[in-house]
């Protein structure tokens, strides 16, 4: 998976040859005396190297005051199983390969007793932030998570000092300062039962432990005014594999990260990765939110040509794979050539194996299929697909498939799957696959999956690219499989009356605080569709809204046409002006840090979302239902910067504006009718 053209490697017998600084690009790494160094251009750690017991020293921005120190103490500890020695410790240069961009790791391995610990500290280029992989060695793991009870009876002599960090985590800090905020927020997956999908706990800690669930942990020093984040990238809590019930313990002490991903029986000789905990420096709040951004675009091959698209898919009108023929989808293809699609998936019932969700009674596939499951239905499509590729290139669209790997057996028999889809590929060019029905309840489940995403795209060198279903399951969440993909997000009908695009624009406008909404697959829907369904005042029914507001709400993240196109009216042909001018500028829309402005949507409020670049960058804004015709929306650019905004599409009288942002870093926007949108270009202004 990595390409090392420089290894420095020290052994116990060598330590002094890591006093050389090895370097790539702007990232360093270096041994130098007692102290361990990792630095870019962005940030600056130091640990005390402590015969390979590294302690975390200071973290601190190179561009700021921002700085951090910790209390001495052991950020890393195996319950019963002691530090005894380094054995092995590496830097390397690793060129970007088909998963990971060009980076600097810093590579510890050590024994615990009968137990081996390897960390991989990663940092990349002009990111503030640094990440360590963690995995153990081992063949039952003492996991040392018994907890200290005390309740406070009143009495001062119960009343005790804060209690030090737990002798078990793979991660911990300890604050040289009383005075913090602490934030956790929790994400929820499985859309197809939650609709609320971030939650956020803010507290001072005291003396006693609190354990917080949630990915993300954002600490603020009110003293020093300084910030920092942990990201835990793992599945979310309901998710995640050998869970000790939660993943943050923080007291007036510091935090602590307990440890999670490792089963208690090991497997011998082969290594057990954990969860990766990724740490940023910032001077505040808004800025751990940028240097969260750009890390976890910059941590992975974001390639336009590969991941922009407005994808159109066969199930979102509840059709299931009763349709699904080569006549249909050669007339779905010309309506989606004639609205600017630019990719278009065939969901179940493309392949000779009928699933479980099939309109057919003899469909009961799900969790075990064999490769003859997955050839072309001889039935529905009696060329195989050699019509409908042909028919799709002429038109310039690129094709997907639905694809369901082999569950059974904790995904026993993941090579064959992925010899499926790499012959796939081959034969007919399809690089994009939709992943559907996945449960990872077991350690083996997620190694044997992870196996399968890593062999199929190292096989077409990349060129598959995977659809990941977040809609129901024990899955991967929003930040376990980032190198393979989009997120699909949620299905959402008319015909169950579920389909609300405000709540649509909510959910992404929740997430995109803190994870990149263009790695999101958003749907918009046929709003024509079962009007009849929805309560005649329902203010929030989608035949409320103009179908260009449909798609402009997806636009933050990369649209989904989740709809037949052949069921459309004649007057959605309205939409393919919108969408062509959005493909003009999606690419660049998406190559900023797209955050969330204005109010949270509700229907009635004035919300939005700005993306930034160094010089400029987009707004998109909403006014949904609001009896306000202007709203002041508080940004991120700086206070009095002086900006020229230039209309892409949508409302607002003005094509060209020049406004000044307020003291408190407002702009002013209006927009003249409700349910509306615009989406400006801006730059700034010397």
Same mark, same amino acid.
């Given at each position: 998976?990595? +390409?090392? /053209? *420089? !290894?420095?490697?020290?052994?116990?017998?060598?330590?002094? @040859?890591?006093?050389? #600084?090895?370097?790539?690009?702007?990232?360093?790494?270096?041994?130098?005396?007692?102290?361990?160094?990792?630095?870019?251009?962005?940030?600056?750690?130091?640990?005390?190297?402590?015969?390979?017991? +590294?302690? /975390? *020293? !200071?973290?601190?921005?190179?561009?700021?005051?921002?700085? @951090?120190?910790?209390? #001495?103490?052991?950020?890393?500890?195996?319950?019963?199983?002691?530090?005894?020695?380094?054995?092995?410790?590496?830097?390397?240069?690793?060129?970007?390969?088909?998963?990971?961009?060009?980076?600097?790791?810093?590579?510890?391995?050590?024994?615990?007793?009968?137990?081996?610990?390897?960390?991989?500290?990663?940092?990349?280029?002009?990111?503030?932030?640094?990440?360590?992989?963690?995995?153990?060695?081992?063949?039952?793991?003492?996991?040392?998570?018994?907890?200290?009870?005390?309740?406070?009876?009143?009495?001062?002599?119960?009343?005790k000092k804060h209690k030090k960090l737990q002798k078990s985590h793979a991660f911990a800090v300890g604050f040289d300062s009383k005075h913090w905020q602490i934030k956790t927020v929790n994400f929820k997956d499985a859309t197809d039962i939650h609709d609320n999908l971030v939650y956020e706990t803010t507290s001072i800690p005291y003396r006693s432990s609190e354990k917080r669930q949630g990915n993300l942990l954002i600490g603020e020093d009110l003293v020093k005014q300084s910030c920092f984040f942990l990201l835990k990238e793992a599945p979310n809590t309901a998710s995640q594999i050998a869970y000790p019930g939660f993943d943050f313990e923080v007291s007036q002490g510091g935090v602590r990260v307990p440890f999670s991903g490792f089963p208690l029986q090991g497997r011998g000789d082969e290594w057990i990765k954990g969860y990766t905990i990724t740490m940023g420096l910032a001077e505040n709040q808004a800025g751990c939110l940028l240097a969260l951004r750009q890390y976890l675009k910059a941590s992975i091959n974001y390639d336009p040509k590969q991941y922009e698209m407005v994808m159109m898919n066969t199930w979102g009108d509840r059709g299931q794979d009763g349709k699904i023929s080569e006549a249909f989808i050669l007339r779905e293809l010309e309506e989606a050539e004639a609205l600017g699609i630019s990719h278009f998936q065939i969901d179940d019932g493309w392949q000779q194996g009928l699933s479980a969700n099939s309109v057919h009674r003899s469909g009961r596939l799900w969790d075990a299929w064999t490769p003859e499951n997955w050839m072309p239905n001889k039935e529905r499509f009696p060329n195989g697909l050699t019509k409908v590729i042909k028919s799709a290139k002429k038109k310039g669209i690129r094709l997907g498939l639905w694809f369901h790997p082999s569950n059974e057996n904790d995904y026993a028999t993941w090579e064959t799957d992925a010899e499926i889809l790499i012959n796939l590929n081959k034969e007919t060019g399809i690089d994009y696959f939709k992943i559907d029905g996945v449960e990872i309840p077991t350690k083996e489940a997620a190694i044997n999956l992870e196996r399968f995403f890593e062999k199929v795209k190292e096989e077409t060198n990349g060129n598959v690219f995977f659809n990941l279903d977040l809609t129901a399951g024990t899955r991967g969440g929003y930040f376990s499989y980032r190198p393979y993909g989009n997120l699909f997000l949620e299905n959402r009908y008319t015909d169950w009356a579920n389909y609300?695009?405000?709540?649509?624009?909510?959910?992404?406008?929740?997430?995109?605080?803190?994870?990149?909404?263009?790695?999101?697959?958003?749907?918009?829907?046929?709003?024509w569709r079962n009007a009849g369904k929805y309560p005649a005042d329902d203010l929030f029914a989608p035949d409320n809204y103009d179908f260009n507001y449909l798609f402009a709400i997806a636009m933050v993240g990369q649209p989904l046409a989740w709809f037949e196109a052949t069921g459309l009216p004649a007057e959605a042909g309205s939409v393919a002006e919108t969408i062509s001018k959005y493909r003009e500028v999606q690419a660049d829309f998406h190559s900023g840090s797209i955050l969330p402005i204005g109010d949270e949507p509700s229907g009635r409020s004035w919300t939005g979302f700005q993306s930034i670049t160094e010089d400029g960058g987009y707004f998109l804004i909403f006014r949904e239902n609001s009896s306000r015709s202007a709203a002041e929306l508080q940004t991120y650019l700086p206070a009095e910067q002086q900006v020229s905004l230039h209309k892409i599409m949508g409302g607002g009288s003005e094509e060209e504006l020049t406004l000044k942002v307020s003291s408190d870093q407002r702009l002013h926007f209006e927009l003249p009718a409700e349910n509306s949108f615009v989406l400006y270009r801006y730059t700034k202004e010397n």
């Open positions: 998976m990595k +390409i090392v /053209l *420089l !290894s420095v490697v020290c052994t116990l017998i060598g330590l002094n @040859l890591c006093n050389a #600084k090895t370097r790539l690009k702007d990232c360093e790494a270096y041994l130098e005396n007692d102290t361990l160094v990792i630095r870019n251009s962005q940030v600056e750690q130091k640990w005390l190297w402590n015969k390979g017991n +590294i302690q /975390l *020293l !200071s973290y601190k921005s190179e561009h700021s005051s921002s700085a @951090l120190s910790w209390k #001495k103490g052991n950020p890393f500890a195996l319950g019963g199983s002691g530090f005894t020695k380094n054995v092995a410790f590496e830097i390397d240069r690793n060129r970007g390969d088909i998963f990971l961009p060009d980076h600097l790791a810093v590579y510890i391995e050590n024994q615990h007793g009968n137990v081996f610990s390897k960390r991989i500290l990663r940092i990349f280029p002009d990111v503030a932030t640094i990440s360590c992989d963690y995995y153990l060695k081992y063949e039952h793991l003492k996991t040392g998570f018994e907890e200290e009870q005390h309740k406070a009876d009143g009495t001062e002599k119960h009343q609300y695009p405000f709540r649509t624009l909510r959910n992404v406008w929740s997430l995109a605080r803190y994870f990149p909404p263009e790695l999101l697959q958003v749907e918009f829907l046929n709003k």
